[in-house]
């Protein structure tokens, strides 16, 4: 660095070298300050002889007709404030009004997005290749809210700033191929999750490019293009765009902790976005906590497909929080509240501390019996508990905080939908009804209808607080206790129980209370359903206890033990038959997302059977052979809609609907032939595509394999 040459400065001021430099007379002349005056000189216009003086002098002034550096010497053509309409990043090229190629020259590099849809001036070498674009107009990146008729505004979320809309105003909302631009009034007025705004001189918005957000994850690794997330979900990012601090970036440059907004519209538009809040909790609301002095609902989004503030559970999952979970959280520190762009609670993370309650089931080795003693109403139960210990308890009415009925939770005092359960009107006339009612039917307790069970073989839940007192209790009716009308084949791999009202999923945490050879603590074999290695089978008449479509507990008097056959779902890529062509002796299939070849022990060919459909195959354990063929309960349809964070795939035709895709589902395309299939992730699902569902059961809506055809 060193000083300015006299009167330097104010020469070059005058000449237009300082355009964009701040610099006096008096200031060190800094290396940075100089290359940036040197750009500037590249424009301005040459001086040379232009004349001659009386004493035959020669005269210098700017050269006629004009001329520059950069236009006349280096062979660069300039355009001067030309809009950027599109751009292809694979392509790595972009279009702008008035300027006559859309490459981009090797080495030369700009942020594609950062341009998009702003005015710009332009150098082309005489390759005709862009060489250098620098943005003339001012753009924002937020969460907008788009306003029309009076208003006639956008107002900017995050930074909270308001810009009237010009009369050029145009939009490009959420198609991301950055093509084709829709008049201001197909831009529906409201908030949008994500937006580029780019305003003209007079701070009036010209252009609008704006997205919603239907999917999130919270990174916790990524290799390449593949992000897993904190449930070890895999997401394939490669042909998203992806933005970061309002610029194109590669999935690779997330970290663990980073929070991924996106939705599967054409390649996919995601933003990788982390602001957060650390603090303790200092109030719980009904619909919200606060935080550091600020109020931050449980409703996350600004659109309705994030409807919901999410946290890891207990169990390592991915749930809603919600006024539980915050009190599990509050007295433990500090928790950190990831934000979305308007300041909305995306994602929660903090230590949980001991739920308030815990829920324990248990099984009635005789029927429930009412008490009075002291004016002290009360039941007594004798159970023998989840761990399989016989335990009697004594419960007093007014000690209960709340009675789940059917899954619904009452607290007591408290009005839900009209109906009102207080300890007092929980009497044991209303016990005395249940116990003499043969066929267990209504009876009113207080002003809630329950249709309970409290006869020996029933489930009951005990919920007891910190000090091991049971402060709720759960009770079953007709409608959540329910008798299966068919074998649940569990070594054959039913994951389902069927009933008269519909099938509902065994979970891997499903209790199985076998009471085969008796009631007893001694007799009843207690189980999660995944653990239950030796059951080969439930008999018809188990009673299932369910909630939400899922089978919380069964109770069977006849559980068969486990035999040497195994059912797998494959979807049949070849199969030959033997000479004579009447029989299957071997097929090749897709098994759990990996290509499997079994010998068939020469079954005749079934009715229907194709390469390219699914079957379930009973494979003989021993041998290792297919003893039987049976089709696959399967749905079809074009997709309507993907929702990769909650699992769902919703397609239309003549089995139309939303269906729940279970843990560890595959995706596999076999559009290059059955033979030719690959397995694919669930955002490389297109809209559009045709696609076979394969249900776990005929009569659900869960889907263990999806097959794009």
């Known amino acids: 660095q060193g000083t300015w040459p006299a009167n330097y400065i104010g020469r070059a001021a005058n000449e237009g070298i300082l355009k964009g430099v701040n610099v006096a007379s008096s200031t060190n002349a800094l290396r940075g300050l100089t290359a940036k005056m040197l750009l500037n000189t590249l424009e301005v216009p040459l001086w040379g002889a232009d004349g001659y003086n009386n004493d035959g002098s020669v005269t210098y002034g700017k050269l006629v007709p004009q001329q520059t ?6 062979n660069v053509a300039v355009y001067k404030d ?33 341009v998009y849809r702003n005015l710009v001036d332009v150098w082309v070498n005489d390759d005709k290749e862009i060489i250098y674009v620098a943005k003339t107009t001012t753009s924002f990146i937020d969460a907008i809210e788009v306003k029309h008729g009076t208003a006639n505004e956008v107002k900017l979320l995050g930074a909270d700033k308001t810009y009237k809309l010009s009369a050029a105003y145009i939009a490009d909302i959420g198609t991301g191929d950055h093509s084709d631009v829709n008049r201001k009034n197909e831009a529906t007025p409201r908030k949008y999750d994500l937006a580029k705004v780019v305003v003209d001189d007079n701070n009036r918005v010209i252009f609008v490019d704006a997205y919603d957000f239907t999917n999130f994850i919270v990174v916790k690794s990524v290799d390449g293009n593949i992000v897993t997330d904190i449930e070890g979900t895999e997401t394939n990012l490669k042909d998203f765009q992806i933005m970061k601090n309002g610029m194109l970036v590669d999935a690779k440059t997330a970290v663990k902790g980073d929070i991924i907004m996106f939705n599967t519209v054409d390649d996919g538009f995601a933003e990788i976005y982390t602001k957060s809040v650390e603090g303790t909790i200092t109030n719980i609301f009904s619909d919200g906590i606060r935080v550091g002095g600020k109020t931050y609902d449980f409703n996350k989004g600004l659109t309705t497909t994030l409807a919901d503030t999410m946290y890891v559970n207990e169990d390592g999952d991915l749930a809603v929080f919600d006024t539980d979970a915050a009190k599990q959280m509050k007295d433990e520190g500090n928790v950190a509240l990831f934000l979305d762009r308007d300041g909305k609670m995306l994602f929660v993370t903090g230590k949980l501390g001991d739920i308030e309650s815990s829920k324990v089931a248990n099984i009635l080795i005789s029927n429930i019996t009412a008490q009075e003693m002291f004016g002290e109403n009360s039941i007594r139960a004798v159970v023998v508990n989840e761990e399989g210990k016989r335990v009697v308890k004594t419960v007093a009415l007014r000690d209960l905080d709340f009675v789940t009925f059917n899954n619904t939770k009452v607290k007591v005092g408290d009005v839900a939908a009209g109906s009102k359960v207080d300890y007092f009107e929980i009497v044991l006339d209303d016990l005395r009804a249940v116990l003499e009612d043969t066929n267990l039917h209504a009876t009113n307790f207080g002003e809630v209808l329950a249709d309970s069970q409290f006869s020996a073989d029933s489930i009951i839940e005990f919920h007891y607080d910190t000090d091991g007192n049971v402060v709720g209790l759960g009770l079953f009716s007709g409608v959540t206790a329910i008798a299966t009308n068919a074998v649940i084949d569990k070594d054959g791999g039913d994951r389902f129980a069927a009933t008269a009202s519909g099938s509902y999923r065994l979970m891997n945490d499903t209790l199985l209370f076998d009471i085969s050879d008796g009631t007893s603590a001694d007799d009843t074999v207690i189980t999660k359903w995944s653990a239950s290695k030796d059951v080969k089978s439930v008999a018809v008449g188990a009673t299932v206890y369910v909630k939400g479509g899922e089978v919380l507990y069964i109770v069977s008097d006849d559980v068969n033990a486990l035999t040497d056959e195994t059912d797998v779902t494959a979807l049949v890529a070849t199969r030959k038959l033997n000479a004579a062509a009447d029989k299957i002796v071997e097929i090749k299939a897709w098994v759990n997302g990996a290509e499997k070849t079994y010998e068939v022990d020469s079954l005749a060919i079934p009715v229907g059977f194709a390469v390219g459909n699914v079957y379930t195959l009973t494979v003989d354990d021993v041998s290792g052979k297919v003893v039987k063929i049976v089709a696959a ?14 699992r769902e ?23 290059d032939g059955p033979n030719d299939g690959e397995v694919i992730n669930l955002v490389n699902v ?10 776990e059961d005929a009569n659900a809506m869960f889907v263990e394999l999806v097959v794009v055809e």
């Open 69 to 74: 550096l950069l236009e006349n010497m280096l």
């Open 82 to 114: 030309k809009e950027v309409t599109s751009y292809d990043v694979d392509e790595n090229e972009i279009s702008i009004t008035g300027v006559p190629t859309n490459e981009i020259a090797e080495g030369v590099s700009f942020d594609l997005y950062d």
């Open 633 to 646: 309960s399967v749905v079809t349809g074009d997709v309507v809609t993907v929702n990769t964070s909650a």
């Open 649 to 671: 795939i919703e397609i239309d035709g003549v089995d139309a609907g939303t269906y729940k895709l279970v843990t560890g589902f595959k995706v596999i395309d076999i559009t």
């Open 686 to 695: 297109a809209v559009g595509d045709t696609v076979t569902l394969v249900l």
